[in-house]
Structure formats: C-alpha cells, structure tokens
C-alpha cells in the first residue's frame, strides 16, 4: 500500500532548485473578504520550487490551487505554505515523496498544522498562533511549541504566509482525503506493541517481529495508530516486507494528540479493517510514545483495544520500566506476550526484568527470525508452514 502510494508521490514531487532566497512570483486576486482576508491563485511554478512536506502525502498537488491569507480560524490537518525563518532544531523537512530534504532560511514550505506530544522533544499545540509558529516535527508539522526537552535545540521558526486552498478558496484539511472509515479487523491475529515512552524501542521491534511474520510466509498488515506524522515508521515497516502499510495520516490526523477516545477507536478501527481488506493474515499495530501518556491511555482501556488485541509486546529500556510495565498492563488484563527493545542490549537487564515480571525477554533482533515470531507472537494455529 504505502509503496505504491510513494510512487504516486514521486511522480507529484517537485523540490525547488534554488535554495535560500524565498521565492516571488506573481499572482492573481481572486477575491478580498472581511479582515483583510485575501485568496489568491497558488501560481503552479511556485508550488514546483516548494518543499511539501510527508504530513500533506495523501493530497493531490493538482488539488492545490489557491492561497488563503487569512490564518485565524486554523484546524489540525489544515495544509498551510509557510516561509522558512531561521532554522533551529529540525534542519530538515521529510518530502511526500520519502526522502529528507535539507532546509534553508527564506525558503518556503507546505505542511499541516497540528498539535505534537514528544517528551523527548516537544510539546506543541495550536494554542496562540499567529504570524509565526514553529516547525514542531520532521514529518511537517506547524505548531507552537509550548515546552521542550532541556537537550532540545530552539524550534525552527516559521513565518506563516497562508492556508492552501482549493480552486474555489476553500482550505485544503488531510482529513477530506482520508480512507473511509472502516469495520475492524477482527477475523485475523492482531499484536500490539506498546512501550514505555519514546526511543523505547517500539519501532525496531515491529519492524523485526514484521520481518520474522513475513519471512515466515505470512501477509503481515503494519499500522501505527497513534503518534506524529512522519516516515521513518513507516518506511520501517515497509522495509521489513509487510504487505500493507497505514499510520493515522491514512485515517485523516496529521498527529493524534488531543484527540477524544471515540475518534482514536475509529483510527484503529479504520487501519486494521483496510489492511485486512487489502489481504492482511496478521496485523501489527504501533501505538506511540508511552502507556501513561493521555491517548495512548484511553486507547489501551477502550472496548476496541480489548476486543481485538491478541497480544502485547512491551517495549522498555531497562527493568524497572519493564516490571513496572508489564505489571500496570496486566493490572488492565492485557495479554501481555512478552518485553523486548532497548533493554534487550543488557543481558543482566533482561535477566532482573524477566525474574521480577516472570515475563519472556526477547532479544528484539530475534523477532526476525520465523521461529521465533512464531512462538512469540502469535499462537501458531494462525501461522503458516514456513
């Protein structure tokens, strides 16, 4: 899925040649409203020297017509060009098209704008926006940064130019082109893995246990449901031969912070049923950042999560979290398979988290092999014969 989708990207992508000074071009007015509201025609050769950034991947280029210079009535998702003006923690921009671009002062750019949760980097909402606002994720995130991590550079500023409108003036959301809300998964193994909190590990433990599932000769759908847009999930999972690829940007969500747990159910509920459509014989999903963060939280309660999670596979980066983890799960009764991720680097740390949890430990490079994904994820009357 996510392949053939960046291959649709590719042919749209453009990236500016000339770099630093931030491009002029003329336009035509196409109507002035109330409070100096002005929509204009997005001129096609400016767009081509523009950057447009992952969070905007499921948007037409050709659907990209106008530029709406009234900014005070903003939603998350809404797609917004904005000029790049001083560059701070994130040098670089991540393209609809699955490579990282370098950014330049004066250059302009196209992404959304969106609330973002990091406790490694950031917190960013969309609280106080005005002329400016920062850059608050890689994948193309405009927000104003609240707070951030003590070892967390000054955000990259932006200043903000106008929304991105149809041909008819209207401001162009990711949500319009969201898949179709769909039933979920339910006939199929699905695998969870949930961890700590971010840099736990979550991400290289799908991606193997991915890769054991498949080399197993299993059609293995990947999600992540949760979290911020950007591509370096997904082009993990991609990498480890899963059949289909989706994270919340495919439900219509450039970032899942303050979302209400209905809309969060609806997410997981979307991606699972589409991967299973799509030929899906097991599903892993990713929920991000870790168990006491608000969304992930609600999510892990929720009737849905219960009724379709098989299994759990807990991410932590050394034993204390790993107990403590795996003992708030089970305190929740979720069938928590086993802890894996960057604690898997210490043998003593494996050996002090599996004797006070009584929980398997696995060694998160061990997941790609099909003997071991077999036994360890998922109950072997869904598996097939390698």
């Known amino acids: 899925m996510f392949e053939r989708h960046l291959s649709d990207c590719q042919r749209n992508e453009t990236i500016g040649t000339a770099q630093g000074a931030r491009r002029q071009s003329t336009h035509t007015i196409l109507a002035r409203g109330e409070k100096g509201m002005t929509t204009i025609v997005y ?21 990209m017509r106008t530029i709406v210079t009234d900014i005070a009535d903003i939603r998350a998702g809404d797609l917004v060009l904005a000029s790049v003006k001083s560059i701070g923690h994130h040098k670089g921009l991540q393209l ?24 490694d980097q950031f917190e960013a909402t969309l ?53 179709p809300t769909a039933r979920p998964a339910s006939d199929v193994p699905l695998i969870v893995v ?8 979550k991400t290289t433990t799908m991606a193997n246990l991915v890769r054991g599932l498949t080399a197993g000769g299993v059609r293995v759908g990947a999600a992540k449901v949760t979290g911020t847009g950007a591509f370096a999930d997904v082009m993990a999972y991609t990498d480890a031969g899963a059949h289909g690829v989706l994270d919340f940007t495919d439900a219509g969500h450039v970032s899942t912070y303050r979302l209400e747990l209905d809309e969060l159910e609806r997410v997981m509920g979307t991606l699972t049923g589409h991967l299973r459509q799509a030929g899906a014989e097991a599903i892993v999903v990713e929920v991000a950042d870790g168990i006491f963060q608000r969304e992930t939280a609600m999510l892990m309660q929720s009737r849905l999560f219960r009724d379709i999670a098989d299994a759990v596979i807990f991410a932590a980066a050394d034993a204390v979290s790993a107990v403590g983890g795996v003992n708030h799960l089970r305190q929740l009764s979720l069938p928590v398979l086993a802890v894996s991720g960057v604690i898997t680097q210490s043998p003593l740390g494996c050996r002090e988290a599996a004797e006070a949890a009584q929980v398997e430990v696995i060694p998160t490079f ?21």
């Open 96 to 119: 609809r098209g699955g490579r990282r671009a370098d950014l330049y002062a004066g250059e302009e750019i196209v992404l959304c704008f969106g609330n973002r949760y990091a406790p």
């Open 194 to 201: 949930l961890g700590t909190s971010m840099n736990a590990g």
């Open 366 to 386: 061990d997941l790609a092999r099909p003997d071991v994904a077999r036994v360890f994820a998922f109950p072997t009357p869904f598996l097939k014969t390698a």
């Open 43 to 63: 001129d096609r050769s400016r767009l081509d020297r523009t950057k447009t950034a992952f969070t905007t991947r499921r948007v037409p280029h050709d659907d």
């Open 127 to 179: 609280d106080g926006i005005g002329g400016t606002c920062h850059l608050a994720a890689a994948g193309g995130i405009a927000s104003q940064v609240q707070c951030r991590h003590a070892r967390t550079r000054k955000p990259t500023e932006l200043a903000l130019i106008g929304l991105v409108g149809d041909a008819a003036g209207k401001p162009l959301n990711i949500g319009r082109y969201a898949l």
